[in-house]
């Protein structure tokens, strides 16, 4: 039996995280170097329609109609199939495999998403449009952390750099200059639902300070975009630092993403500041050529767990 298999790559958020959830932009680009895996193989021997899931990383071996209903494994293959006009699915096995890591900020859960629905099309011989893939994979998010702006599930599904407003068609940048961003993990495992539900909370409690905060991350973001544009990322990493004041000021930064950002800076980064959720998972830190080694190692004498260089081009 022939396999089908797609992959998915993860994301990061260079600015705008959070805002984005209120309507302001984002900028997003997909991290090539990480990928989520789907494997989609015929199996002709069992019965009518049965699908069985096999995910090694999290113990997952189990059919489809064991998962609750409401498991996000379960309905993206279930989301899939009713897409593709399939009443049900030839009997098959999905294996899942990730080397995006978990809670990080990093799009794991719609990356996982986004190659199942992939896999799956290929299986029926069938296309969907990048656009179709978001937004399947976006109704898993939703189960994933209940208000998502849908950031990263167009990111990833797009695979190129996006300038995204929530509930507006999906514009792509044009990056006129690569630049080289390194990507450092606190080892602090951070479900983007609970930073997401916090900052809600903090919102409904007093909207007119976190209006102000997201407008000001929407200015930093409209900038960026500007200088990405213009193939001027040198200048981006006073913004990246102005962004970070406001994430501390929305209250998602820790101890532990503030010695990273410190120790990057330390190091000779032009900028640096958390990406994602927060509270934890990973920060950004833009370097040059002449300063990458020493930013990588500053980081890691802090306690980064890993530390990885992506280029945005
Ligand atoms: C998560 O990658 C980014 C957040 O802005 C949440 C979202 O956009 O849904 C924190």
Known sequence: MPAFTATAPAKIILFGEHAVVYGRPAIAVPVTSLQARAIVRGAPHAPHGQVRLISPAVQL???????EPNHPLRRVVELTAQELGASYLPACQITLQS?????????????????????????LGKALADETVSALAYEVEKIHHGT????????????????????????????????????????????????????????????AYFEALFDQIGAIVQQARSLIEKGQPELLGDLM????????????????????????RRGGALGAKLSGGGRGGNIIALVDESNAAAVGESLRAAGARSVFATVVQ
Not at 249 to 254: F, K, T, W
């Open 241 to 264: 630092n102005h962004n970070q004041r406001l994430l501390q000021e929305v209250g998602v930064s820790s101890p532990e993403l503030e010695s990273l950002i410190a120790a990057a």
């Open 61 to 67: 071996d189990a059919l489809l109609d064991e998962l």
């Open 99 to 123: 080397t995006i890591p978990v809670a990080s900020g990093l799009g794991s859960g719609a990356a996982i998403s986004v190659a199942i629905i992939r896999a799956l099309a290929a299986y």
């Open 148 to 207: 998502p702006s849908g950031v990263d599930n167009t990111v990833i599904a797009l695979r190129k750099a996006v300038y995204f407003v929530r509930g507006q068609p999906i514009e792509s940048l044009s990056i006129g200059h690569p630049f080289t961003l390194l990507i450092a993990d606190s080892g602090i495992p951070s479900p983007t639902a609970t930073t997401v539900a916090e900052v809600r909370a903090g919102w409904q409690q007093n909207p």
